[in-house]
C-alpha cells in the first residue's frame, strides 16, 4: 500500500469511541487476547514447564521426586555419540527427500506449465498424496515394500528386494515414500512462480534465439527462486520434524531421526528430564529455521 | 495455442504430455493399489504376482467393522441362507461375525476410533476457525504494537515439534485428567491450528476493502455489526477454506494422537497401523481402514483445489 493511501485510510477510520456499541480498542482486544492468551497457556507454558524438567532427572514412571542437577543433562546429550548419529541420520534424510522433492516438483511443474487439455485436473489429482496423512501413507507403503508380494518388486522386477529390513536401504525407502507425498507440494509453489514469469521475458529470448538452457538459468529459475525457497525452507523445516512416516515404515536404528530418539526417549525410556533437555535442543534449531521461514514468507509477499 | 509453431516444438509438446501422464499414473499408483486392496478376499492380496482383475467384494469392509472369530466348520445351508449378505462374505472368508447373547452384532474397535476422529477433528476444526477469523480481522484492521511479532509468535507455534510439544502436555495432562479424553485432543489441534488459521483469515480479510465497513459504520452499524454483517459474509470463502485446510490436518494428525490417547479417545490414524502388530496382518482389512480414512481427505481436495496454493503457504502467495 503505497503512504498516500495509508495516510487516506488513517484519517478515514473513526477514532472517538462511537455513541453506542463497543470502542475499536475494546474489539481489537476482545478479537485478539484471547488467541494470545490461549497460545500462550497451550504452548508457551508447556515449555517453560518442560524448561524446568530439563534440569532435573525427572521421570515420569515413577514417584520419586524431580532432583536438580543443574546442566548434566544438556551435557549428557550433547557428549552422546548415539545423538549426534541421530542428528546425521536426520540431516541425511533432509538432504536426500528435499532434493528429491525439488527435482521430482519443480521438474513435473515444468512439464505442466504449458498450454494441455485437462490442466486442472491434473494438476488437483498430482496433489492428492500430500494430503493424506503421513501414517495412513507410511502403513501403505509398507505394503508397496513387502519383499515377497509388494507390487514396487515386482513392477520394477527386483525380486525380493528388502527394503525396509536392510539397515541401509530402510532410510532411503523412507524418503522415497516422502518424496512421493512432498514433491506435489514444491509442484505446487512452482508452478505459481512459474505462471508469474512476464511472457515477453521468453518472447524476447527467443528472439534473440537464446539457447534453451540460457532461458532456463537466465530467466526461470531467478524469478522462482524466491517461492521454490520458501518450498526448501518449509520442507527442510518439516523433514527435520519428521515422525509418523518414519516410525511407521521402520523402525532401524539407521532410520532412527530426532523425533523417533525424542518419542523413545521420553515415552518409553521415561527419560523425562534428559528428554525434556533434548527437546530444548531440537526447539532452539526449529526457531531458528522458523525465523528464516517466515523473513522469506515476508519478502515474498511484498511482491 | 499460438505457442506451438516448429514441428520440433509440437514434438516437444506431445513428449512432455506422455510423461506427464506416466508421471500420474507412477503417483497414483499406491493410491489405486490401497483401494483395490480394499476390495479383495484375503487370499488375494498377497499373491505373487499380484492379482489386478478381481470380483470386488465387501467382505474387508464387514471385517473392519465388526469381531470375527474363525468358523470351526462350514456353516449349515440353512444357516448361511438366513444370514444377510454381510455375514454371508465373512463366511465365505471361513469366519463368522461374533454376535452377543441377544443377537446383537459385536462392533470392532474401528468404528468408535472412527468417530472420535470425526468429534475431535469437526470440534476443533470449529474452535480454530472461529477464534482464527476474529483475531485475523483485528490484526487486519486494528492497530497492534508489535505486529509483526505477535504474528510471528503465533506462527512459531504451528512449526514446533508435535513430540516436543507432547512431552510437557503429557504430564500436564495427567495431572489434570486429560490424557485419553477427547477435550485433551481438542485443545491441543485447536492450538495447533489457530496459528495457522489466523494468518490464512488475515489474508483473506485483507482483501475485503475497508471501504465496505467505513460505508457500514457511517449508516449507523456498530464495528461488531459491520463485522458480522458484512466481514463475515464477504469472508465465507476463506472460512470454508481455511476450516477444509484445520479440518484435514486434525483429521490426519498421529503424534498427538498416538501420545495422548489409547483407547476412549483414540482416532483413526494411530489405530489403524497397531491393527498390523505381529503375525500374518490381513491387508486387505487394514487397506478397507485406509480407504475408508482417505475417502473423505479426497473429496475435500477435490473442494480445496482452488485454495490449495494459498493454503500451503499460510496465504502468503496467492494466484
Known amino acids: 500500500m503505497n503512504p498516500e493511501a495509508r495516510v487516506a485510510q488513517q484519517t478515514l477510520a473513526p477514532t472517538a469511541p462511537r455513541a453506542h456499541g463497543m470502542s475499536d480498542l475494546a474489539i481489537r482486544n476482545l478479537f485478539i487476547i484471547p488467541t494470545i492468551v490461549f497460545l500462550i497457556v497451550?504452548?508457551?507454558?508447556?515449555?517453560?514447564?518442560?524448561?524446568?524438567?530439563?534440569?532435573?532427572?525427572?521421570?515420569?514412571?515413577s514417584n520419586d521426586p524431580a532432583h536438580f542437577v543443574g546442566l548434566d543433562n544438556y551435557r549428557t546429550l550433547l557428549s552422546d555419540p548415539n545423538i549426534w548419529s541421530n542428528f546425521t541420520i536426520t540431516a541425511k534424510y533432509v538432504i536426500i527427500s528435499v532434493t528429491g522433492q525439488v527435482i521430482v516438483g519443480f521438474g513435473v511443474a515444468m512439464l505442466l506449465n504449458r498450454n494441455i487439455p485437462f490442466k486442472g485436473l491434473l494438476t488437483t489429482l498430482l496433489l492428492l498424496p500430500m494430503m493424506l496423512s503421513a501414517a495412513v501413507v507410511g502403513l501403505f507403503w509398507k505394503l508397496l515394500y513387502d519383499p515377497s508380494f509388494g507390487i514396487i518388486n515386482y513392477a520394477f522386477g527386483l525380486g525380493t528386494f528388502e527394503w525396509l529390513a536392510d539397515p541401509k536401504m530402510a532410510l532411503y525407502a523412507i524418503a522415497i515414500a516422502d518424496i512421493w507425498m512432498w514433491s506435489p507440494f514444491v509442484m505446487l509453489l512452482s508452478l505459481a512462480g512459474l505462471s508469474a514469469v512476464p511472457k515477453h521475458l521468453y518472447?524476447?529470448?527467443?528472439?534473440?534465439?537464446?539457447?534453451?538452457?540460457?532461458?532456463?538459468?537466465r530467466i526461470t529459475l531467478p524469478l522462482v527462486a524466491p517461492i521454490l525457497m520458501i518450498a526448501v525452507i518449509f520442507r527442510t523445516m518439516e523433514a527435520f520434524k519428521t515422525f509418523d512416516l518414519a516410525y511407521i515404515l521402520a523402525s532401524q536404528p539407521t532410520t532412527e531421526v530426532i523425533s523417533i530418539r525424542l518419542y523413545k526417549m521420553a515415552f518409553q525410556e521415561w527419560q523425562t528430564g534428559l528428554s525434556c533437555a533434548f527437546a530444548y535442543i531440537v526447539l532452539v534449531m526449529v526457531l531458528a529455521i522458523t525465523n528464516i521461514y517466515v523473513k522469506y514468507l515476508n519478502k515474498v509477499k511484498e511482491r | 495455442m499460438a505457442a506451438v509453431r516448429t514441428k520440433g516444438e509440437m514434438l516437444r509438446h506431445r513428449l512432455s504430455i506422455i510423461s506427464l501422464l506416466v508421471i500420474l499414473a507412477l503417483f497414483l499408483a499406491p493410491i489405486f493399489w490401497i483401494t483395490a486392496t480394499a476390495f479383495k478376499p484375503r487370499n488375494l492380496a498377497t499373491t505373487v504376482p499380484p492379482t489386478v482383475f478381481f470380483q470386488p467384494e465387501f467382505s474387508p469392509f464387514v471385517k473392519l467393522m465388526t469381531k470375527r472369530s474363525q468358523l470351526r466348520s462350514a456353516p449349515t445351508a440353512e444357516v448361511y441362507n438366513a444370514a444377510p449378505w454381510w455375514e454371508q462374505t465373512v463366511f465365505d472368508g471361513g469366519e463368522k461375525v461374533v454376535r452377543s447373547g441377544k443377537g446383537e452384532v459385536q462392533l470392532s474397535g474401528f468404528p468408535s476410533r472412527f468417530l472420535n476422529s470425526l468429534i475431535i477433528a469437526i470440534t476443533s476444526t470449529v474452535l480454530a476457525v472461529g477464534m482464527g477469523t476474529i483475531t485475523a480481522y483485528g490484526f487486519s484492521r486494528f492497530k497492534v504494537a508489535g505486529e509483526d511479532d505477535w504474528l510471528f509468535f503465533i506462527l512459531s507455534t504451528r512449526m514446533l515439534p508435535p513430540v516436543v510439544v507432547a512431552i510437557p502436555m503429557f504430564l500436564m495432562y495427567r495431572v489434570v485428567g486429560l490424557n485419553d479424553t477427547h477435550l485433551g485432543l481438542i485443545i491441543l489441534y485447536t492450538a495447533f491450528n489457530l496459528s495457522f488459521s489466523v494468518w490464512l483469515m488475515k489474508g483473506f480479510i485483507d482483501e475485503i476493502p475497508k471501504e465496505y465497513e467505513d460505508a457500514a459504520l457511517v449508516d449507523g452499524y456498530t464495528r461488531m455489526q459491520a463485522f458480522f454483517r458484512i466481514v463475515l459474509p464477504e469472508a465465507a470463502t476463506g472460512i470454508a477454506a481455511t476450516a477444509v485446510f484445520c479440518f484435514i490436518t486434525a483429521w490426519n494428525e498421529y503424534a498427538f494422537a498416538l501420545i495422548m490417547t489409547n483407547k476412549r479417545a483414540q482416532t483413526a490414524p494411530p489405530f489403524i497401523p497397531s491393527q498390523v502388530g505381529s503375525g500374518l496382518p490381513d491387508w486387505t482389512v487394514i487397506a478397507a481402514g485406509t480407504f475408508l480414512f482417505l475417502v473423505p481427505v479426497a473429496i475435500f481436495t477435490f473442494l480445496l483445489r482452488n485454495h490449495l496454493l494459498r493454503g500451503m503457504s499460510f496465504g502468503a502467495i496467492r494466484k
Request: no cysteine; proline share 3%; glycine share 6%.
Open chain 1, 42 to 61: 497451550f504452548n508457551i507454558f508447556p515449555l517453560i514447564y518442560s524448561l524446568g524438567y530439563s534440569f532435573t532427572d525427572f521421570r515420569a514412571s
Open chain 1, 203 to 217: 518472447e524476447a529470448a527467443a528472439i534473440d534465439r537464446a539457447s534453451g538452457l540460457y532461458v532456463f538459468f
